[in-house]
């Protein structure tokens, strides 16, 4: 068993919203590794950061990645750091990954400066440039896909996914 699809990209970038609207258009399910992760610790993602810090919380990841990706036939989103993991990024060797991109203002439009964002706590623009410095090439190693974000409402970044994939709807 394995996805259909697999999203990535960095976090607020709309994995989740457009992994709905696919998961809809195809007829197949949908999941959410960071939901995973919630359910499974009882806490939010912020709280397993500032609790037990970032390797910690990757090695939590790690775990939930595998069983999502050996055990879900319908679309999958994964959280923005996912892709570090060398051994994450040979288990989507082989996959139809979508990277949805996005630009750094549009980034923290999205994200806002409220929202519970561990790893954009201080400075989210200049945080939020350095982990795309660090992530935008592993995003792309992982990516059959890149479909850019900006400007555009979830339903068109679905449909340029599918079109990007040549995926018929249900």
Do not use: C
């Not at 990209?9 to 998961?23: D, I, N, Q, R, Y």
């Not at 919630?38 to 950061?49: L, N, P, Y």
């Amino acid at each position: 068993m394995s996805p259909v699809l697999v999203l990535v990209g960095p976090m607020g970038v709309g994995k989740s919203t457009v992994g709905h609207l696919l998961a809809e258009r195809l007829g197949v399910g949908y999941r959410d590794t960071d939901d995973d992760i919630v359910a499974a610790e009882g806490r939010t993602v912020a709280d397993i950061f500032v609790d037990e810090g970032e390797a910690a919380f990757r090695a939590i990841e790690k775990r939930a990645v595998h069983s999502a990706v050996t055990g879900h036939d319908g679309v999958l989103a994964l959280g923005g750091g996912a892709v570090l993991d060398a051994d994450t990024r040979a288990l989507l060797a082989g996959q139809r990954v979508v990277y949805l991109s996005m630009d750094v203002e549009e980034a923290v439009r999205r994200t806002g400066l409220g929202v519970a964002r561990p790893l954009l706590a201080v400075n989210p623009r200049k945080q939020w440039r350095e982990l795309m410095e660090a992530r935008r090439h592993l995003y792309e190693e992982v990516a059959t896909a890149v479909v850019p974000t900006d400007g555009h409402t979830p339903e068109e970044v679905a449909e340029a996914a599918l079109d990007a994939l040549e995926l018929k709807e249900a």
